[in-house]
């Protein structure tokens, strides 16, 4: 089988990291007789030098066709320039629902050992809807959407997840005591879902209170089920447990397409440099092998990346090590036999 995927390389550090992916993706597709046609475009600024838009025509009827797409990080000018692309992409595929595993990978030694925990993120509504305008000179309101049909669809999301997988527990994160209509109308609607689901635990924990709980003791969590902010805030949060934004991957999924990028951005302070790790991304490409039906070559890359970690003889410096991205990238292709 071939599988038409939609690039999107990134900026900063995000042709590195896609470079090394595409590669060990690529080595473990022909050991397991899957090929891969990348069908690249770039967006954002590197896009509007080449094309005139943000995200290019092109790019939008790519992901329309082949319905999945691997994505580096972008960066987002902050105050002024242009809106993000990730929001503008998560709008327009419709991919409201953002799902984020963070699990220790065996052997790499961090402040917490064995974190499985998932948060699911609304990825659509919330303060990210971009509604911001000026009142009066020195006044600015931001608009805060939060729908029934959005806060049901993330909560099916997640619990219907949690039922397919065994998953125990659901929290979903709030500050419903200050946002009582919005918030409050995200809970209502992660209540109504948890009836249809006895057989897992349902909790609400405010978002504050769950950050210092997440400090104290994560093990008391299993599914993050939270809103579009908290979500965002809480992933760089929890990715700190297994090791940081290096190795945490993401899906952007919805009903008809889906985007696979890790959690991170496109971190200028080491881009170019050969420092980057890889391991987010390309775990970001396993849960893309497994949507798109090729476990066995996901499961390949999988399997290769815990024998690095657990040697831990060629890891990036993030993570304690002295290698490069592409040191660690062939470490991976190396380890695949
Ligand atoms: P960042 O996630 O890019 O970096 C935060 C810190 O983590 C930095 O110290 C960086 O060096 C480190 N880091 C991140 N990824 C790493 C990796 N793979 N290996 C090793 N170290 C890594 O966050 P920051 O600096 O706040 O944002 C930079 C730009 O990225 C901004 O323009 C932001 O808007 C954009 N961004 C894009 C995202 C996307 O395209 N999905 C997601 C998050 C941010
Ligand atoms: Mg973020």
Request: proline share 4%.
């Amino acid at each position: 089988t071939t599988h038409k995927i939609t690039l999107i390389p990134g900026d900063g550090i995000g042709p590195e990291v896609s470079g090394a992916v595409v590669k060990i993706v690529e080595t473990a597709g022909a050991a397991t007789r899957v090929k891969f046609e990348w069908h690249t475009h770039n967006a954002g600024a590197e896009a509007f030098e080449k094309t005139g838009e943000y995200i290019p025509k092109a790019l939008y009827e790519s992901i329309e066709a082949t319905r999945v797409a691997l994505k580096g990080p972008v960066t987002t000018p902050v105050g002024g320039g242009f809106t993000s692309i990730n929001v503008t992409l998560r709008q327009k595929f419709e991919l409201f629902a953002n799902f984020r595993p963070v699990k220790s990978l065996p052997g790499l030694k961090t402040k917490y050992p064995d974190i499985d925990l998932i948060i699911v993120r609304e990825n659509m509504e919330d303060l990210y809807a971009g509604l911001e305008h000026v009142v009066v000179p020195g006044v600015v309101q931001a608009l805060k959407i939060i729908t029934e049909k959005g806060s049901t669809r993330i909560a099916q999301f997640a619990f219907d997840y949690a039922r397919k997988h065994g998953r125990r527990k659901v929290h979903s994160i709030h500050k419903a005591n200050i946002m009582k209509l919005s918030d409050g109308l995200f809970l209502r609607c992660c209540r109504a879902v948890a009836e249809g689901f006895p057989e897992i635990l349902y909790a609400e924990h405010i978002v504050d209170n769950a950050c210092m709980q997440l400090v104290m003791n994560p093990y008391q969590y299993d599914i993050l089920l939270t809103e579009n902010l908290y979500g965002d805030i809480i992933s760089d949060l929890c990715s700190a447990f297994v090791g940081g934004l290096g190795l945490v991957p993401g899906a952007n999924l919805g009903t008809e397409c889906a985007i696979f990028e890790a959690v991170h951005g496109s971190a200028p302070d080491i881009a170019g440099k050969n420092l980057a790790n890889p391991t987010a991304l390309l775990q970001s490409a396993v849960l893309m092998l497994h949507h798109i039906n090729e476990g066995p070559t996901a499961e390949k890359i999988q399997t290769a990346l815990e024998q690095v970690y657990r040697e831990g003889k060629t890891l990036t410096k993030d993570v304690g090590g002295t290698s490069g991205t592409k040191e660690f990238a062939d470490a991976v292709i190396a380890a695949m036999g």
